[in-house]
């Protein structure tokens, strides 16, 4: 295998930012700079597709190298099915399709907690792991993925479950940490209720904990109390554009 084989571009859209690099799917490490552009305010469809455009451009990829894309939303068959925290236009859009028609080629399109989560069992926190993997991104909203023995069990919205009959995102992502300005020991409460809440649901073997707060970790990790092993992401915020990337060279 010649070394492009192992190369793939990876494009993460948050409900913050848009974000891309070059990827090495063997190693998981970056070949290029990420290069980043704000989420467009209202999150349209058309706006978002043009940053992707210009970004996947500036990355001068050599032709013909796999992309992948993802999305803050549940992705089934090509089609963005919510928008939590994007433009409603998303509902039901042939998403998949919007981005290929722009770039002129073939995407794999993806969930970004799932290509965070993907990514981090295939090259990061959870790479030696076994059993249930729940890697969860703390960011504008909650994202959720589910890996089991490496297999990943896509659009598990666990950002959504509703707990003391809120949403659980509204309370214990980070943008209600910095919405609220909460303490790191106000906002780890919520987090207790919340991992305790999915430890009771689904027995897993480790929680991922990512998104950019992880960066932080040592801050509000030490202050759960729960019996299954929580640990920060290794690829940080590279994890969605790593896992997208794997994602489209079929790793
Ligand atoms: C969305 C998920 C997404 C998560 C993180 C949630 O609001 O419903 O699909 O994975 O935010 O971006």
Redesign the pocket.
Known sequence: MTKSKHQAVGVDI??TGVKAALVDVKTGELLSDRVKLPTPEGGEPDAIRDAVVELVGRLEAPSGTPIGVT?????RHGRTM????VSKAWIGLEAERLFEQALGRDIHFV????AAGFAEDHYGAAKDASGLVIMT?L???????LIYEGVLIP?A?L??LEIDGYDA?SRA?NRAREREELSWEAWAERLQRYYTHLEFLFSPDLFVVG?GVSKSSELFLPLLRIDTPIVPAKLRNNAGIIGAAALARGV
């Open positions: 948050g409900g999305f803050p939303a549940i992705v919510s928008a939590a925290n969930n970004d907690a799932d991104t960011g504008t909203g909650i994202g959720g993925a659009n919205e950002g959504h995102e992502s998104g």
